[in-house]
C-alpha cells in the first residue's frame, strides 16, 4: 500500500556501526539483497531515530506526533527491474516506545515495529540509551556516548567524509513484514544531510551479540555518527516480492 509522504524533524539520530564478514550477513538477507561491501567487510549497525512534529506532508505542525525508534539495519546492494545496480539498507526490526507508531505500522506509518521502553539521556554532549522490550527484563540496547570532533582511526573508512556519503547513499530502506516475502521500501529524504563522530564508551546489543547470528571473530564495533535538528521526509517506494522468507 502507498502511504502518504510523511515530514518533520529529526532532533536526533544516532547511527551505531559494525564490520561484519560478509558470508556472516549473507545468510540474514532475503534475496534479492546481497552485502554491500567496504574494503571486504558489511557494515551493520542500529539507527536510534528522535522524531518530532511528524505529520503528513502538507498537514500543519499542530498535527505533528513525537516519538524514539530503532531499527537494526544490513548496508545492502541488488538489481532491481532493470538490472540497475541499487544500494540502500535491509532492516529485519524495527522498535519504537509510541503505542500510535506501534498499531499503524505499515499503515499510517512504514514498517512493521515492535513495543519498547526507551531510557534515553541527552545532556551536556553526553547520550546513553537503554531499549528494553515491553514485558522483558534483558535489554535490547544499552549505549553510552560522547560528543567530540574526532573520527576513530581504525575505523573501516577513511574519514568521516567518507563515512557520511556511504550512508547518505544508502537512505533507501526495505523492511520485511512477519510470516512475509513481501518487502516495503521506505526512502528518506534530508534535504542538508549533516553528520558528526561519537565516542563510543559502551555499546551492548542483544541482537548483534549473539553469537548464534554473529561469531565473535566475524564482527566489530566500528564507530557511530550523530545527526540533530535536520528536516527530513519519509517516501514510500514500490515494494519488493523475496523470493525467500526473512531469516527470524
Same mark, same amino acid.
Given at each position: 500500500?502507498?502511504?502518504?509522504?510523511?515530514?518533520?524533524?529529526? @532532533?536526533?539520530?544516532?547511527?551505531?556501526? %559494525?564490520?561484519?564478514?560478509?558470508?556472516?550477513?549473507?545468510?540474514?538477507?532475503?534475496?534479492?539483497?546481497?552485502?554491500?561491501?567496504? =574494503?571486504?567487510?558489511?557494515?551493520?549497525?542500529?539507527?536510534?531515530?528522535?522524531? #518530532?512534529?511528524?505529520?503528513?506532508?502538507?498537514?500543519?505542525?499542530?498535527?505533528?506526533?513525537?516519538?524514539? =525508534?530503532?531499527?537494526?539495519?544490513?548496508?545492502?546492494?541488488?538489481?532491481?527491474?532493470?538490472?540497475?545496480? @541499487?544500494?540502500?539498507?535491509?532492516?529485519?526490526?524495527?522498535?519504537? &516506545?509510541?503505542?500510535?507508531?506501534?498499531?499503524?505500522?505499515?499503515?499510517?506509518?512504514?514498517?512493521?515495529?515492535?513495543?519498547?521502553?526507551?531510557?534515553?539521556?541527552?545532556?551536556?554532549?553526553?547520550?546513553?540509551?537503554? !531499549?528494553?522490550?515491553?514485558?522483558?527484563?534483558?535489554?535490547?540496547? *544499552?549505549?553510552?556516548?560522547?560528543?567530540?570532533?574526532?573520527?576513530?582511526?581504525?575505523?573501516?573508512? *577513511?574519514?568521516?567524509? #567518507?563515512?557520511?556519503?556511504?550512508? #547518505? =547513499?544508502?537512505?533507501?530502506? %526495505?523492511?520485511?513484514?512477519? =510470516?512475509?516475502?513481501?518487502? #516495503?521500501?521506505?526512502?528518506?529524504?534530508?534535504?542538508?544531510?549533516?553528520?558528526?563522530?561519537?565516542?563510543?564508551?559502551?555499546?551492548?546489543?542483544? %541482537?548483534?551479540?549473539?553469537?548464534?547470528?554473529?561469531?565473535?571473530?566475524? !564482527? &566489530?564495533?566500528?564507530?557511530?555518527?550523530?545527526? @540533530?535538528?535536520?528536516?527530513?521526509?519519509?517516501?514510500?517506494?514500490?515494494?519488493?516480492?523475496?523470493?525467500?522468507?526473512?531469516?527470524?
Amino acid at each position: 500500500m502507498k502511504l502518504p509522504a510523511i515530514t518533520g524533524i529529526i @532532533r536526533r539520530r544516532v547511527l551505531l556501526n %559494525y564490520r561484519v564478514a560478509p558470508e556472516t550477513v549473507a545468510k540474514l538477507l532475503p534475496k534479492p539483497f546481497r552485502p554491500k561491501l567496504v =574494503n571486504g567487510q558489511t557494515i551493520a549497525g542500529i539507527c536510534l531515530i528522535r522524531l #518530532e512534529e511528524v505529520r503528513p506532508k502538507g498537514f500543519p505542525k499542530l498535527f505533528g506526533l513525537s516519538s524514539d =525508534n530503532s531499527a537494526h539495519r544490513f548496508a545492502v546492494e541488488w538489481e532491481d527491474d532493470t538490472g540497475q545496480t @541499487r544500494e540502500g539498507v535491509y532492516v529485519p526490526r524495527r522498535d519504537t &516506545q509510541s503505542k500510535f507508531i506501534l498499531l499503524t505500522g505499515g499503515r499510517v506509518f512504514p514498517g512493521v515495529h515492535s513495543y519498547c521502553d526507551f531510557d534515553i539521556q541527552d545532556q551536556d554532549g553526553e547520550i546513553s540509551f537503554h !531499549i528494553t522490550p515491553r514485558g522483558e527484563q534483558k535489554p535490547l540496547l *544499552s549505549l553510552e556516548l560522547e560528543e567530540t570532533d574526532h573520527f576513530p582511526e581504525d575505523s573501516i573508512f *577513511s574519514s568521516i567524509e #567518507e563515512s557520511s556519503r556511504f550512508f #547518505e =547513499n544508502g537512505s533507501l530502506g %526495505y523492511s520485511a513484514r512477519p =510470516n512475509s516475502c513481501v518487502l #516495503e521500501g521506505l526512502l528518506l529524504k534530508v534535504p542538508n544531510w549533516q553528520v558528526s563522530p561519537l565516542k563510543v564508551h559502551h555499546a551492548q546489543s542483544a %541482537y548483534f551479540g549473539d553469537t548464534s547470528l554473529f561469531p565473535a571473530d566475524q !564482527i &566489530q564495533l566500528d564507530h557511530a555518527l550523530l545527526m @540533530r535538528d535536520i528536516d527530513h521526509e519519509w517516501q514510500t517506494r514500490p515494494s519488493i516480492t523475496s523470493e525467500t522468507e526473512p531469516a527470524e
